[in-house]
């Protein structure tokens, strides 16, 4: 076996994990990143999910470089994409014109931003990073890690040793590897009095994940695919809580849990900044295509692109069977691949059973595109996971922290060690445990210092979903600029602790040191209370 050492290990490509390998390296220490698939950015790009975010994000609630991450996003489409003049006069640019995000773009744009970002660290050899590698196990010495063991593609183990570990991972894989206690699942409504958990813990019961892909639809032309294994059981698969088949455009209301219809319009006409811009056409979901649009081709010179491309990540192909997590490889495999199938039994039911809104059936010109998904099958390389194993932390994050109901309008006030900020509503999708959506309003919330400190373990910290929150209020910090900012302010807090020799519960724990580390994190561009919101 080879052996890295580094100052930093970051096990785990996922946007939190290159959050933090970039702030690391920012202040001139060595890092190596590891990563399962062969792309970098997680929820971005290997996941194919287009960035939810807070609806001030054009002016405040994200860290600066998140921002720059953003900005060097829409920069990416005006050096390289034929824009029409109106849409590069565009200031808050949305390549989709999507709904679902002001920043709606394709996961090689990401993945090309975030490669350029990382360059000059890879060139320096400041930075060393592990494509197609997992956590294979761990060595820890009391309450320190000691050792992380890599396994590459060809099954060589590579040793990577370094006084700090961050778990990057989209499951929390360091948590049981380094026997750190961990939760996962629900807890039960007596360990921290939530009004929505169960009154038992229920540690199987954990949010759906999606195996996501990507669309462009070519109207006189079949693309359809061969008929999935599994599209029988598929279609015919009727959930006791959902108002009718899962193939289906009736689906759920999140927040009443009433049916709703949707539908599904390939390639609408007409200039795509006037549809955002017109209320009258704000369907939210319902319109299906528009949504998640990651490439709108009205915006693009005549003749540039034939077809739009959105991105399929919709209620029908949830997959709330069983988990990935804390089973045997062997049901693991069994989930993964039944929900690879629902997600191709989605796209045959689509093309060739669902109802049309000229009276016929199926879009048999809708065209599966591996590559935007950057594989050879067309489904995302990473399945779209929502939640992992969280570390049981100094400070725990929970529903009474961040629901509207609980806190009223202005929230608990002023986190002394935040570390940062969000804001997205309470959302849980479907659970393994039979549970229907839980979508209740929150209000911004920051992030308490913590809530990144294992009970125990001294130098491994959080840098993903994994931070101490629960199965609830894991439903509004699971999203791309709060896991970016969590990334970023544990590394930035193991860069400090390197700096000053300190540790992170000495920095928590003294007043000096939090001061310090929190002036730190200011000059770093995070933005660690909200303004007003009232107005905006």
Known sequence: MREIRADLVVAGGSLGGVAAALAACRRGHRVVLTEETDWLGGQLTSQAVPPDENPWIERFG???SYRRLRDDIRSYYRTWYPLTERARAWQGLNPGAARVSRLCHEPRAALAVIEARLAPYLASRRLTVLLCHRVSGAEWDGDRVTAVEAQGPDGERTVLTAPYFLDATEHGDLLPATAAEYVIGAESADEHGEPHAPATARPGNIQSFTVTFALSHHEGEDHTIDRPEAYDTWRAYRPDFWPGPLLGFLAPVPSTLEPYERWLEP?????????????????????????????ARNLLTPGAADSDITLVNWPMNDYWLGPLVDVDDQTAGRHLWEARQLSLSLLHW???????????????????????????????????????????????????????????????GHEPDSVGIGSYRIDLHPSTGGDNYIDIPSVPFQIPLGALLPVRLRNLLPACKNAGTTHISNGCLRLHPVEWNIGEASSLLAAFCLERRAEPHQVHGDEVLREEFCRVLEQEGIEQAWPDVRGY
Request: proline share 9%; glycine share 10%; net charge neutral.
């Open 62 to 64: 994200c860290t600066a």
């Open 267 to 295: 390639n609408p006409q007409g200039d795509p900044i006037d549809h955002l811009a017109d209320p009258a056409r704000d369907n939210g979901d319902r319109e299906l295509w528009m949504f998640r649009r990651i490439l």
């Open 350 to 412: 689509l093309q060739t059973d669902a109802p049309r809104p000229d009276g016929g059936t199926g879009f048999p010109g809708l065209r599966l595109r591996p590559d935007v998904t950057g594989t050879a099958d067309g489904l995302a390389k990473a399945p779209y996971v929502r939640e992992s194993r969280r570390i049981r932390a100094v400070r725990t994050v929970t529903e009474n922290d961040v629901s509207l109901d609980v806190t009223g309008p202005y929230g608990r």
